[in-house]
């Protein structure tokens, strides 16, 4: 059956820049490690997809709706359909005493936030920065290569995808178990997920997500904190 808008999917994607060949994201460990674009605070491992709810470029998720899993493709995406055209009125020109008063000391290819948007110095002189605050990929045609890995069917498996995705750990490091006579979720959590950075925005982000995707399944969502001991070993 085609893939269409609600399908839960995961999603393996190579993207590169077509003029320069360029990986510029991956969902695949081995090829950013390869093409120096590894990040280690990021998990790797295909992703989540809700088709129709824009979380990816729209050329891709157009394209998804006509694959079937496990067949790989090459989809060609334009500026329009990616991260759109550059704009010329998103490169400002600003005061370097204003970013010092921040306590900002900054260089030429830094990335810095100022006035709640994202952009990249690219040059610094007389007292003045230039900064661009289009996506660094605006204006780009992309080229993704795409294999999705499985779509997903059951209640269960679904939120424990979603629980990867807002919580950025692995798929097998949360336990799900849906009770339909109650309408709740519970979702188990291991020490290492309950100690990350900002987790209690991230449940909160889940929980959102949930309610608004299972609106007519589940009413309730807990949080188990589960900590086991660790099996002491036999003295010699």
Do not use: C, H
């Amino acid at each position: 059956m085609p893939i269409q808008d609600g399908d839960f999917i995961l999603l393996d994607y190579v993207a590169k820049v077509k003029e320069t060949g360029n990986v510029v994201d991956t969902t695949i460990e081995d090829v950013a490690k390869r093409e120096g674009i590894y990040d280690s605070s990021k998990f790797y491992g295909p992703m989540l997809i809700v088709v129709g709810r824009g979380w990816i470029v729209k050329g891709v998720e157009e394209a998804l709706k006509q694959l079937e899993p496990n067949v790989e493709v090459e989809v060609e995406v334009p500026p329009e359909k990616a991260y759109g055209e550059r704009d010329p009125g998103k490169v400002k020109i600003l005061s370097l005493r204003e970013f010092r008063k921040r306590g900002y000391e900054i260089s030429v290819g830094d990335v810095v936030e100022y006035g709640g948007l994202t952009g990249v110095v690219k040059s610094i002189s007389g007292g003045r920065v230039v900064v661009d605050f289009n996506n660094p990929l605006a204006g780009k045609t992309l080229v993704y290569k795409l294999r999705v890995v499985k779509k997903i069917e059951d209640l269960n498996e679904k939120v424990a995808a979603l629980a990867s995705r807002n919580l950025g750990v692995g798929l097998g490091e949360v336990g799900v178990s849906y009770n339909s006579d109650e309408k709740s979720v519970t979702i188990k959590l291991s020490p290492s997920i309950v100690t990350k950075k900002d987790i209690q925005y991230s449940k909160v982000a889940l929980v959102s997500n949930i309610f608004e995707l299972f609106k007519d399944s589940v009413a309730k969502v807990v949080f188990q904190e589960v900590f086991e001991k660790a099996e002491e070993k036999p003295s010699q």
